[in-house]
């Protein structure tokens, strides 16, 4: 089973400038979710959609980073325009849906963005 | 209030010797589950171990076992048997009900080394 894709693997931008990133999660999970991991910190969730539906972006600085998923499957996040605190890893994860039990979230390998 | 509190920033240990993660939690939902994550120096969160808030065993998953004290609101990660190979990040997470937008909340991790 392939697991999340996830690109650029890298980003280096200077700040003011615009960004974006892709994800492509686990076929079949309804549920995915964009997260910001700043160095030596957990994650922090962003963005969480339900197939092509919101269901949480309360920690999504909505002036300058935005997200979609058309179609309930790949999704983008954008970020425009960059600031240095932006500087983070931006992971994304994919689960079969939201509820009780178990039902683990499955991370991609992580897009390493630096703004200059 | 932190949701999630690790109080260890880095842990060593020897190999083949058990070693075990500290992880506490705040919640008031009586439903909630907790999440133990890998992450590597390359970056993907791998998933070990779940607990939920009613079940009444702890969990177990190979090596990794998780003591799980409700009245004390822990959830430490036990890794018997350590291998070089679990050197890495290890992050505790929790999930609060719908309510609370089943959203996982990470800790700020602990730095695990193992030693040969």
């Known amino acids: 089973e392939a697991g999340v894709a996830q690109s650029p693997r890298y980003k280096i931008i200077e700040k003011r400038q615009s960004v974006a990133f892709w994800c492509n999660p686990i076929?079949?999970?309804?549920?995915l979710y964009w997260y910001q991991q700043i160095l030596g910190q957990g994650p922090k969730l962003l963005i969480q959609?339900?197939?092509?539906?919101?269901?949480?972006d309360s920690q999504l600085p909505k002036d300058r980073f935005s997200a979609e998923r058309l179609k309930g499957v790949d999704s983008t996040l954008k970020i425009q325009p960059a600031k240095l605190e932006d500087s983070a890893v931006y992971l994304c994860?994919?689960?079969?849906?939201?509820?009780?039990?178990?039902?683990?979230?499955?991370f991609g390998p992580g897009t390493r963005l630096t703004v200059l | 209030a932190q949701k999630i509190t690790q109080t260890q920033p880095g842990m060593f240990v020897q190999e083949k010797e058990a070693v075990t993660l500290d992880c506490t939690y705040d919640?008031?939902?009586?439903?909630?589950?907790l999440f133990w994550y890998k992450q590597p120096s390359s970056g993907e969160m791998i998933f070990l171990i779940y607990?939920?808030?009613?079940?009444?065993q702890n969990a177990t998953e190979g090596r990794y076992s998780l003591n799980f004290q409700k009245a004390r609101k822990s959830a430490n990660l036990v890794i018997s048997a350590s291998q070089l190979g679990d050197s890495a990040m290890y992050f505790c997470?929790?999930?609060?009900?719908?309510?609370?937008?089943?959203?996982?909340?990470f800790g700020a991790g602990t730095i695990l080394r193992v030693k040969s």
């Open positions: 076929s079949g999970h309804a549920t």
């Open positions: 607990q939920g808030s009613y079940d009444q």
């Open positions: 919640t008031s939902d009586p439903s909630y589950g």
């Open positions: 959609f339900q197939n092509n539906g919101v269901v949480d």
């Open positions: 994860a994919s689960s079969l849906t939201i509820g009780s039990g178990g039902h683990e979230q499955f």
């Open positions: 997470a929790m999930r609060e009900g719908r309510e609370y937008g089943n959203k996982l909340v």
